[in-house]
């Protein structure tokens, strides 16, 4: 499922598991700096892959939906900053085939707020409806159901991107057969849409951390915006310490592959019997190497997964 932003698709870079600096610039209402580099086609999804794997939530492969024309593009807190950053992407997309000069230019708040009030559209799984704030009185929400009320001024993430999708079904289908009766923990939370929602469908030991403290700002945000503070616990945390000596029914983690697997022991140690850990972030290319770890810790317990687009996720169910 594809994010609209004005008439593009974002391709990936919801960045619900990576807090973008530019938008720490547009809650301070000074200008933000956007790099765009015109890519063809053929080498639009290696690209994509390539900058996924950097952990470089500030670049994003954006595609028009009118003329089908791709782009990588950036935001930046200045051009310079912007311009170093391109550097690096420079060297890691080498070989595939990008040679233009990346286009500057400089977006101010009002401009950056209102372009992405176009990009987030409202979305939903079951009885929970993810909806941005400014919809707030107009978008109904059918008795009985829930919403979370996000504005992209505060953070990325709306649960847009394919990979908080998968986890969010997860989450929303685990409520639904499992109940709430079991404390949830949000790895590597981001925005805290994965918490909150755990929230919101009546989980009442919820805990989320992230190593970014903009993210965890950003989170507690979110959770006053929703009426949820003091809901939710939100710490600033690595994975080591944010789950040193506890356990969950529920575990949910949301990151790049490569540190699902540097971490995986520790997450497999964190499931109680009989629950589940929900894992995302994961290109299709990568889920044999995440399996692979994963399996390692947690031999003939259940799993699951599943593809949308070009992401997967991977659950295991602990045995009782």
């Known amino acids: 499922m594809e994010s609209q932003i004005a008439n593009a698709n974002l391709r990936s870079g919801d960045a619900e598991f990576i807090c973008d600096p530019a938008f720490a610039c547009s809650r301070l209402g000074v200008a933000v700096a956007e790099l765009r580099v015109p890519l063809a086609d053929a080498s639009a999804v290696a690209v994509e892959e390539a900058v996924t794997e950097l952990a470089e939530g500030t670049w994003m492969v954006l595609e028009d939906n009118a003329t089908g024309a791709s782009a990588l593009v950036g935001y930046f807190p200045s051009r310079e900053k912007g311009l170093k950053a391109w550097e690096i992407i420079e060297a890691a997309i080498r070989g595939l085939g990008v040679t233009a000069v990346p286009e500057t230019r400089d977006l101010a708040d009002t401009d950056w707020r209102e372009s992405y009030k176009a990009h987030f559209k409202p979305w939903r799984c079951g009885r929970v409806h993810w909806v941005p704030a400014w919809e707030r009185g107009a978008y109904e929400v059918p008795e009985g159901d829930v919403a ?13 991107h394919e990979t908080t999708r998968l986890c969010c079904e997860r989450l929303v289908a685990f409520a639904d057969a499992r109940g709430t009766d079991v404390r949830v923990i949000d790895a590597g939370c ?3 849409i994965l918490a909150l929602t755990a929230a919101r469908l009546g989980f009442r030991d919820v805990q989320g951390f992230d190593n970014d403290p903009e993210a965890i700002a950003v989170s507690s945000e979110n959770a006053e915006s929703n009426g949820l503070a003091g809901s939710v616990v939100f710490t600033v945390d690595d994975i080591e310490s944010g789950l040193r000596g506890k356990t969950a029914g529920l575990v949910m983690a949301n990151i790049q592959a490569d540190v699902l697997i540097r971490f995986a022991s520790l997450l497999v140690n964190a499931i109680e019997r009989g629950g589940a850990l929900i894992l995302s972030g994961i290109l299709a290319t990568e889920i044999d190497a995440v399996k692979s770890a994963i399996e390692a810790g947690a031999p003939g317990w259940m799993q699951e997964s599943r593809v949308l687009g070009e992401w997967c996720d991977f659950c295991i169910t ?3």
């Open 190 to 192: 981001g925005s805290g």
């Open 148 to 160: 979370i009320w996000l504005d992209p001024g505060m953070a990325f993430g709306t649960g847009n």
């Open 318 to 320: 602990r045995p009782r």
